[in-house]
């Protein structure tokens, strides 16, 4: 049983920075953030597979950094230069095939945690 527990996520002034920290009980071949703001639907935020080919959605790219450190069976997503539109509940998300690193399609997803909330002001 795959378990995903999110943690590092507040409240930050624009311009700001937080990382978000994911502690998972085994590592899967597709590993990622997503995020949900009210209203709106989940979106593809970054992911990294099990090579180490990472892909990020257009918003994050240049802003946000995605990383494991499976010394501490932890995934992290480091998140620079913070916009209030970056506001929104983000959570990990894992799954078996690496292929899924290649869709930002949430439903492809078998492993979620409960999410932390980020607000950016």
């Known amino acids: 049983h795959v378990q995903l527990v999110e943690s590092g996520g507040g409240s930050v002034q624009a311009g700001g920075s937080l990382r978000l920290s994911c502690r998972y009980t085994a590592i899967r071949r597709c590993m990622g953030w997503f995020r949900q703001a009210p209203g709106k639907e989940r979106e593809g935020v970054a992911a990294i597979n099990s090579v180490g080919t990472i892909i990020y959605a257009d918003s994050a790219k240049g802003r946000f950094t995605i990383s494991t450190d499976n010394t501490k069976n932890t995934l992290y997503l480091q998140m620079n230069s913070l916009r209030p539109e970056d506001t929104a509940m983000y959570y990990c998300?894992?799954?078996?095939?690496?292929?899924?690193?290649?869709?930002?399609?949430?439903?492809?997803?078998?492993?979620w945690g409960q999410g932390t909330q980020v607000t950016v002001s």
């Open positions: 998300a894992a799954d078996d095939r690496a292929a899924t690193c290649g869709t930002w399609r949430a439903t492809m997803y078998n492993y």
